[in-house]
């Protein structure tokens, strides 16, 4: 049987890394790394600089519900079994709900929240004891940002609906792991919407996304449900968990606004 990992989000930023580390054994032996994104010429672009690990390239975009046939079909023809699950495709737009506007609100909700429910959805029936799931959420998902409402809910979504499940499959032996990171300077920021917000947002500094990845596949791999890798982050969260939403709030709107 062939063991896989899947990644979407591959062509860049965390997906990227995460591809780059199982390449290099990370995750244990496998016999393919799959990767999923939108652009064709990226992708090749990831899979021609492994080196150790074969790589099949699946171009489609993930806030349609059909690009998931063809890997769904692919499973079943080579009776793949699934070592990792990486949900790490997303995208965020800083500003305030309205100027974000329609279109963007609900494609947020749709690769943020909607396609993890299907990639999971389609990855479990090919999942073993010892599988691992692991969820790009935020810590944005953990603690709700000003100015980034949709983005931050679409977040939360990941994190509980990743712990629910991590409970839910623990007895057949499969783990799921929310990934709670601060900002990492991926294409996530080429193109953030509003600008001044995106700056102010940042001012908590940022993660090195090689760390991050590191650390989650740690994780994952002792079996938690969550990760923020970021020490003041941890502490940032259990605070936000003891304040008033309402105190929070204006606490976040001095800092950043």
């Not at 099949?56 to 046939?69: G, K, V, Y």
Request: proline letters at 4%; hydrophobic letters at 45%; a neutral charge.
């Amino acid at each position: 049987m062939k063991r896989v990992a899947i990644v979407t989000g591959a062509s860049s930023g965390v997906g990227k890394e995460f591809v780059r580390q199982f390449d290099h054994g990370k995750g244990g032996p496998l016999d393919e790394i799959w990767i999923v994104a939108r652009s064709e010429q990226r992708l090749n672009e990831v899979a021609s600089s492994c080196t150790k690990v074969q790589v099949r390239t699946f171009a489609c975009d993930l806030t349609q519900a059909e690009s998931f046939s063809g890997i769904s079909q692919a499973l079943e023809e080579e009776n793949a079994e699934i070592e990792w699950l990486i949900n790490s495709a997303g995208f965020g737009k800083f500003g305030d709900y309205r100027s974000v506007g329609p279109e963007q609100n609900a494609n947020m909700v749709r690769l943020n929240c909607l396609a993890v429910v299907q990639a999971i959805s389609m990855a479990l029936p090919h999942m073993v004891a010892g599988s691992r799931i692991i969820n790009l959420s935020s810590i944005a998902g953990a603690i709700p940002q000003v100015m980034l409402a949709t983005y931050s809910a679409t977040k939360a979504f990941v994190l509980e609906l990743s712990r629910m499940l991590d409970h839910e499959l623990k007895p057949c032996g499969i783990r799921v792991l929310a990934v709670c990171p601060k900002f990492m300077k991926t294409g996530f920021l080429d193109n953030p919407g509003d600008q001044e917000a995106a700056e102010g947002m940042c001012r908590i500094g940022y993660e090195r996304v090689e760390r991050v990845v590191s650390v989650a596949l740690r994780r994952a791999i002792l079996g938690k449900d969550l990760c923020i890798p970021s020490f003041e982050m941890r502490l940032a969260y259990l605070a936000s968990r003891l304040m008033p939403r309402s105190a929070l709030f204006a606490l976040e709107d001095a800092l950043f606004r």
